[in-house]
């Protein structure tokens, strides 16, 4: 069993930057591929970021493609994104998802584990 805390969400002016944090307990992070969807009002969770176990390759949605950063330190059992030139558009509650099968880039709240979420709110 895993738990998932994310963190580092707030309130933030468009062009602005944040990084959350993903804490895992419980279990390492090592034999997990990790995620990060996000969801704003009204609207379906979808893809943002996602990092392979050992973090050598990442895939990104192309509307945070060149903007946000996903990294892991599994030593620390934590997956980060650091999110730049932030847009109101980028405003949701943010969840990082963990699966040990496939890298996440696929909402499916079935598979693996999930977080509570974090709410990112850019202002313009």
């Known amino acids: 069993q895993v738990q998932l805390v994310e963190s580092g969400g707030g309130l933030v002016q468009a062009g602005g930057s944040l990084r959350l944090s993903c804490a895992a307990s419980?279990?390492?992070?090592?034999?997990?591929?990790m995620g990060w969807f996000r969801q704003a009002p009204g609207k379906e969770r979808e893809f943002v970021a996602a990092?392979?176990?050992?973090?050598?390759?990442?895939y990104y949605a192309d509307s945070v493609k060149g903007r946000f950063t996903i990294s892991r330190d599994n030593a620390k059992n934590t997956v980060y994104l650091q999110m730049n030139s932030l847009k109101p558009e980028d405003t949701a509650v943010y969840y990082c998802?963990?699966?040990?099968?496939?890298?996440?880039?696929?909402?499916?709240?079935?598979?693996?584990?999930w977080g509570q979420g974090t709410q990112v709110t850019v202002s313009s």
């Open positions: 998802n963990a699966d040990p099968r496939t890298v996440p880039r696929v909402v499916d709240t079935s598979r693996g584990y």
């Open positions: 990092i392979s176990w050992g973090g050598g390759t990442t």
């Open positions: 419980g279990r390492t992070l090592d034999p997990y591929a």
